[in-house]
């Protein structure tokens, strides 16, 4: 899968990755080594991510993320 992250706002990639990896809140955050909270934090956008973590999150379940020039 690909995601364009400038579609996006930062909040909702994270879910639009969980959900299409089909994976409850927590389950994807145990596959990330991230609290069923943090994941929470992250999709209401309570809690930012770095890039590290996106890039962490990408890897482990096979997708790709560009963002592209305007």
């Known amino acids: 899968m690909k995601i364009i992250a400038n579609n996006y ?3 909702d990639i994270i879910k639009f990755i ?3 990896t ?3 809140q927590n389950e994807f ?3 990330i ?3 069923l909270r943090t994941i929470q934090d ?3 956008g309570r809690r930012r991510y770095n890039i590290e973590t ?3 999150i990408a890897k482990k379940h ?3 993320i560009t963002i592209e020039k305007k």
């Open 9 to 11: 706002e930062a909040k």
């Open 18 to 20: 969980r959900e299409s």
């Open 22 to 24: 089909e994976l409850t």
């Open 29 to 31: 955050g145990k596959s």
């Open 33 to 35: 080594n991230k609290s």
């Open 42 to 44: 992250y999709e209401s």
């Open 54 to 56: 996106l890039l962490d």
């Open 62 to 64: 096979n997708i790709t």
